[in-house]
């Protein structure tokens, strides 16, 4: 599946509204950069765009959900994360309400949105959600999938959506759960977790430099932060003794900072975090910002062979 992101997201809704009359659709005035004016001709009366006013559109979206509907709203996830906090916390989330929210062009694929455009934090804000589920799907097969699991969840989602066409990191008929990860590697010498369009593929690319080096390097894909498959996580600690985590996020209260949760409370094991550090975001192409961010497959390799020199060191 080699589309854009952004248009599995407008084609799947459009599968799940003719399945359900219950799904609708709300923007904030990002119809095009969302790509989901498909969906606008396709169920026009179910289509609400609210124009430039984020936190409106999140109340009515929570409105449409205490009268049964499932609404899917969106923006970019600087807008859905830092504007509308306040809104889908209160009015959705503590309200028990339905809301999927969307945060489109997260991270680095701001690009040339520029530095204020440029969501680095969003998942650590709503990690603080009591209940929320957050979702980062790396492919459009995994979009599709992570999609149709938050319209059949009962309570409210965060879903990260990457716009552009990527690898296709799964193959068609793929099953997806909340709350599970997936192998998509085994090794037994360092344990690499990744998650979202930009980092799983950098991933994949480190395992094969890493082969070529003779380390066996486990590769797993983290589609939902919230609830982490803390499972997954802690059998991989004790089978390798090292993870190297790969976010396109800070590396405070992200991926990184949830598996470390994991490990400090059930397995301690040794851990570098692959991220944006302390750091703003700025207006770029998307490759720029991957190299000056740091966050590449060339990192993740630099990462994992310091963490083995330190397990060596360790004892480990």
């Known amino acids: 599946m080699n589309k854009e992101m952004r248009v599995v997201y407008a084609e799947t809704l459009i599968e799940l509204a003719e399945k359900s009359?219950?799904?609708?659709?709300l923007e904030a005035d990002l119809m095009k950069a969302n790509s989901t004016k498909i969906f606008k001709d396709r169920f026009p009366e179910r289509t609400f765009d609210v124009g430039v006013a984020e936190a409106n559109m999140v109340g009515i979206a929570a409105g449409l959900s205490a009268m049964g509907k499932i609404p899917f709203a969106a923006s970019f996830g600087c807008f859905s994360a830092r504007r509308a906090y306040d809104q889908f916390f209160i009015a959705a989330n503590y309200a028990k309400l339905n809301v999927k929210l969307v945060g489109s062009f997260p991270g680095v694929a701001g690009a040339l949105n520029g530095g204020t455009h440029m969501p680095f934090e969003d998942m650590g804000i709503m990690r603080n959600i009591p209940g929320l589920v957050i979702m980062e799907p790396c492919d459009g097969?995994?979009?599709?999938?992570?999609?149709?699991?938050?319209?059949?969840?009962?309570?409210?989602?965060?879903?990260?959506?990457?716009?552009?066409?990527?690898?296709?990191?799964?193959?068609?008929?793929?099953?997806?759960?909340?709350?599970?990860?997936?192998?998509?590697?085994d090794g037994t010498d360092v344990t690499i977790i990744a998650t979202g369009a930009v980092l799983v593929p950098e991933a994949l690319k480190a395992h094969d430099m890493l082969a070529e080096e003779g380390v066996a390097a486990a590769v797993i894909d983290m589609p939902t932060i919230k609830p982490i498959d803390e499972a997954l996580t802690?059998?991989?600690?004790?089978?390798?003794?090292?993870?190297?985590?790969?976010?396109?996020?800070?590396?405070?209260?992200?991926?990184?900072?949830?598996?470390?949760?994991?490990?400090?409370?059930q397995c301690p094991a040794l851990l570098s975090r692959v991220g944006v550090n302390e750091e703003f975001g700025e207006v770029g192409t998307l490759e720029y910002l991957q190299q000056r961010y740091r966050l590449t497959a060339d990192e993740i390799v630099t990462r994992v062979q310091d963490i083995i020199k330190r397990k060596k060191e360790y004892g480990a």
């Not at 009359?21 to 659709?25: R, S």
């Not at 097969?141 to 296709?168: D, W």
């Open 21 to 25: 009359d219950d799904i609708v659709l």
């Open 141 to 185: 097969i995994s979009l599709k999938g992570f999609m149709e699991l938050a319209a059949s969840h009962s309570t409210s989602c965060y879903l990260r959506l990457h716009p552009r066409a990527v690898p296709a990191v799964y193959d068609d008929g793929e099953t997806f759960e909340i709350g599970k990860g997936k192998l998509l590697k």
């Open 234 to 265: 802690v059998e991989y600690a004790r089978k390798t003794g090292a993870i190297v985590t790969c976010e396109n996020h800070q590396i405070v209260n992200g991926l990184g900072s949830a598996v470390a949760e994991v490990l400090s409370e």
